[in-house]
């Protein structure tokens, strides 16, 4: 199937067809960025670039491409990343608590992604079922064949090349979920909070869960605290980054309630912009004023009813918003106030589904 897919991709085009596309370019509605690519490429032609390096180029463009198809028609459902060891049975416990949280996402409204192997990427696809779940495989020799509960889906993909299969990951995703693994899952896990605390990724919820009485999560920020904090490596802050818990309420609460007020956020030149489900009242806007003053470069948050112009045609135009000058280094300390938000309680209840951007 993979093979097919890669031939359907490498179809030609013919002389005449590029030229009517070079014609018609500049109508394209993306036609700056769709310029940009193919000068990017026009360009890297004319380098001494080896057979090898057009294969890695054709195989992330290709990779790209398929992902980019499967992901629109979804791009108004959250998600929520489903990480963990491809090695874990069926039988074991903690895949059934894999599958019990999956389960309640899906009831939720939320969609999952998972790797599409086995384990704990079998659990997350057979508790939230094909219909609510992705499958991002990567091409491996051995244990990454499609696991039967997302196998033959539509949804269903495989990657070439593990960094594109991650940039899907968290491209997609609206929280991440790790349970206990192995290389993959640690890479997967530092990967996710470097982009948190680089502000790369997110904000967005990320949960490390043990099954009741487990203590993986636990033992590792033992080791991050004794060897990173401990060195000033990371700061004291950064632990908001992530929320441990063996408890599944606390699992699916942390991912709903982070989106409970909070919506989503974007740099516009230098100041960033939290966009909200329902205004703040005046006296709770000066109390984040008072708590988070330590984040802001200058100035200080202010709230606004619209879009700021640089945000016109943006499908959340009509969201109320928080205005700040983020310092872009206090992540920890960002995420902490974006909690004290969704803790607040507010006039206007009238937000919208957790699981609906």
Same mark, same amino acid.
């Given at each position: 199937?993979?093979?097919?897919?890669?031939?359907?991709?490498?179809?030609?085009?013919?002389?005449?067809?590029?030229?009517?596309?070079?014609?018609?370019?500049?109508?394209?509605?993306?036609?700056?960025?769709?310029?940009?690519?193919?000068?990017?490429?026009?360009?890297?032609?004319?380098?001494?670039?080896?057979?090898?390096?057009?294969?890695?180029?054709?195989?992330? #463009?290709?990779?790209?491409?398929?992902?980019?198809?499967?992901?629109?028609?979804?791009?108004?459902?959250?998600?929520?990343?489903?990480?963990? &060891?491809?090695?874990?049975?069926?039988?074991?416990?903690?895949?059934?608590?894999?599958?019990?949280?999956?389960?309640?996402?899906?009831?939720?409204? =939320?969609?999952?992604?998972?790797?599409?192997?086995?384990?704990?990427?079998?659990?997350?696809?057979?508790?939230?079922?094909?219909?609510?779940?992705?499958?991002?495989?990567?091409? !491996?020799?051995?244990?990454?064949?499609?696991?039967?509960?997302?196998?033959?889906?539509?949804?269903?993909?495989?990657?070439?090349?593990? =960094?594109?299969?991650?940039?899907?990951?968290?491209?997609?995703?609206?929280?991440?979920?790790?349970?206990?693994?192995?290389?993959?899952?640690?890479?997967?896990?530092?990967?996710?909070?470097?982009?948190?605390?680089?502000?790369?990724?997110?904000?967005?919820?990320?949960?490390?869960?043990?099954?009741?009485?487990?203590?993986?999560?636990?033992?590792?920020?033992?080791?991050?605290?004794?060897?990173? !904090?401990?060195?000033? #490596?990371?700061?004291?802050?950064?632990?908001?980054?992530?929320?441990?818990?063996?408890?599944?309420?606390?699992?699916?609460?942390?991912? /709903?309630?982070?989106?409970?007020?909070?919506? &989503? &956020?974007?740099?516009?030149?230098?100041?960033?912009?939290?966009?909200?489900?329902?205004?703040? /009242?005046?006296?709770?806007?000066?109390?984040?004023?008072?708590?988070?003053?330590?984040?802001?470069?200058?100035?200080?948050?202010?709230?606004?009813?619209?879009?700021?112009?640089?945000?016109?045609?943006?499908?959340?135009?009509?969201?109320?918003?928080?205005?700040?000058?983020?310092?872009?280094?206090?992540?920890?300390?960002?995420?902490?106030?974006?909690?004290?938000?969704?803790?607040?309680? !507010?006039?206007?209840? /009238?937000?919208?589904?957790?699981?609906?951007?």
């Amino acid at each position: 199937m993979v093979l097919a897919e890669r031939n359907e991709w490498e179809k030609s085009i013919t002389e005449e067809e590029l030229g009517q596309f070079l014609k018609e370019l500049e109508n394209l509605e993306h036609s700056k960025w769709i310029l940009r690519s193919i000068t990017t490429l026009v360009n890297m032609s004319q380098q001494e670039l080896e057979r090898l390096d057009w294969k890695i180029i054709t195989g992330t #463009l290709q990779d790209l491409s398929q992902g980019f198809k499967l992901f629109h028609p979804y791009r108004h459902r959250r998600k929520v990343a489903i990480f963990g &060891s491809a090695r874990i049975p069926p039988e074991n416990s903690e895949y059934q608590f894999a599958v019990q949280f999956a389960r309640r996402l899906a009831e939720a409204g =939320f969609m999952v992604l998972t790797g599409g192997g086995g384990g704990i990427m079998q659990a997350g696809n057979e508790g939230a079922t094909r219909e609510h779940s992705f499958g991002l495989n990567i091409q !491996l020799p051995f244990e990454q064949g499609a696991n039967p509960y997302i196998m033959g889906d539509e949804k269903s993909l495989h990657f070439k090349y593990f =960094f594109t299969r991650k940039l899907f990951f968290l491209r997609e995703s609206d929280a991440v979920a790790l349970f206990p693994g192995g290389f993959g899952t640690q890479d997967e896990a530092y990967e996710t909070l470097t982009l948190c605390q680089t502000g790369k990724y997110g904000p967005a919820p990320l949960v490390l869960i043990d099954e009741p009485g487990g203590n993986y999560w636990q033992n590792w920020q033992k080791y991050a605290i004794n060897i990173f !904090l401990s060195k000033g #490596l990371i700061s004291p802050q950064d632990t908001n980054l992530y929320t441990i818990t063996d408890n599944l309420d606390v699992a699916c609460e942390t991912i /709903s309630n982070f989106y409970r007020v909070y919506h &989503s &956020s974007r740099y516009v030149g230098e100041e960033l912009v939290i966009r909200l489900n329902s205004c703040l /009242s005046d006296e709770q806007l000066e109390e984040l004023n008072q708590n988070y003053h330590s984040i802001l470069v200058s100035g200080k948050i202010r709230q606004i009813r619209q879009a700021l112009p640089e945000e016109q045609g943006d499908e959340t135009e009509k969201l109320p918003r928080l205005v700040l000058n983020f310092n872009q280094k206090n992540q920890g300390k960002l995420y902490q106030m974006i909690w004290a938000i969704n803790n607040m309680e !507010l006039a206007d209840s /009238s937000t919208c589904h957790p699981e609906h951007k």
